[in-house]
């Protein structure tokens, strides 16, 4: 029902090598051309992360190339660049995915500042974990997504969390919500009708995107931006897309969202990030290690 570490792990190990050579084949490029190495050091998966970065490591001491370790937040913050049209300083950076909801302040590729977090599941979790609950299946993303299009109906008022931060999320009650309302009113969960399925996966959907587009309406409220940009797995949610853009014209605010091949995680935005950093003359040893989780004060 979703990503096991192990296996994850196993399958990192599998494909790293294959992948690379194909890489440097579809880019005409060989090692020898490279200037900087760039790998994702966090937040994730350990055993992932250990693969992954390692073999990055083993790259830059072979072919004595520096070695530039990347967050992968830092990598979905700015995806937007990857786009012919790009964000413009100061902006907005809804991030929204399976492990992270945040709502940033972008003011350079250097000054990150972190209005509002998630205090308990991540958006992306939650869409997950209603999926499961609904039979779905995974990822539960594109699975409500679906389900949700099959239907005109959202006769479901899921609660949307009111948080004493003014800028911060919660997601659990809703999931808890969701649990309840199938409990109470269907007495095997394995036997709910179709119809009822995408009611209830349309409700959850509208739920979610109500209590994201509020938070950052309220900081476009609070601060001057040139732009916003929705990014992470999340970002490839079509009601949500379509509800950023119609919030994007209401406060006459450039939008920048990636194509849907650049929300979920992937190279390019690593790549993209660790120029970045290698460009403003940050310079790390093969000692650095990759970490599993975002620090409480990442982002100041």
């Known amino acids: 029902g979703g990503v096991v570490p192990e296996l994850s792990s196993r399958a990192?190990?599998?494909?790293?090598?294959?992948?690379?050579?194909?890489?440097?084949?579809?880019?005409?490029?060989?090692l020898k051309d490279i200037d900087v190495i760039s790998a994702t050091a966090g937040p994730g998966l350990i055993g992932a992360l250990l693969v992954g970065f390692t073999f990055a490591k083993?790259?830059?001491?072979s072919l004595n190339k520096p070695i530039i370790p990347v967050n992968h937040i830092e990598g979905h913050i700015f995806?937007?660049?990857?786009?012919?049209?790009?964000?413009?300083?100061?902006?907005?950076?809804l991030v929204v995915s399976g492990g992270h909801t945040l709502l940033l302040l972008v003011n350079d590729f250097n000054d990150i500042k972190k209005l509002g977090t998630t205090v308990d599941d991540a958006a992306?979790?939650?869409?997950?974990?209603?999926?499961?609950?609904?039979?779905l299946g995974y990822p539960g993303g594109p699975k409500i997504q679906n389900a949700a299009f099959q239907t005109k109906e959202y006769s479901i008022k899921f609660p949307v969390a009111e948080l004493k931060g003014p800028y911060n999320f919660s997601f659990s009650g809703l999931k808890t919500a969701v649990l309840r309302y199938i409990q109470k009113n269907f007495s095997d969960i394995n036997f709910i009708s179709t119809v009822d399925v995408n009611n209830i996966a349309a409700s959850f959907q509208q739920a979610v995107i109500k209590a994201l587009i509020q938070k950052t309406e309220k900081a476009l409220k609070n601060f001057e931006v040139k732009s916003i940009s929705l990014v992470g797995g999340v970002a490839a949610n079509n009601p949500l897309r379509e509800e950023m853009i119609k919030l994007s014209k209401k406060y006459n605010k450039?939008?920048?969202?990636?194509?849907?091949?650049?929300?979920?995680?992937?190279?390019?935005?690593?790549?993209?990030?660790?120029?970045?950093?290698?460009?403003?003359?940050?310079?790390?040893?093969?000692?650095?290690s990759p970490y599993p989780s975002l620090p409480e004060m990442y982002f100041s």
């Open 12 to 30: 990192h190990l599998q494909i790293i090598v294959p992948l690379l050579k194909e890489a440097l084949m579809k880019s005409n490029f060989k």
């Open 79 to 93: 995806s937007g660049f990857l786009m012919e049209d790009k964000p413009e300083f100061p902006y907005l950076a």
């Open 254 to 288: 450039k939008i920048i969202i990636p194509k849907i091949e650049f929300c979920g995680d992937n190279a390019a935005m690593i790549a993209f990030r660790g120029q970045k950093i290698y460009e403003s003359g940050k310079k790390y040893g093969l000692h650095y």
């Open 58 to 61: 083993g790259l830059a001491y």
């Open 124 to 135: 992306g979790e939650a869409f997950d974990k209603v999926a499961k609950m609904l039979g």
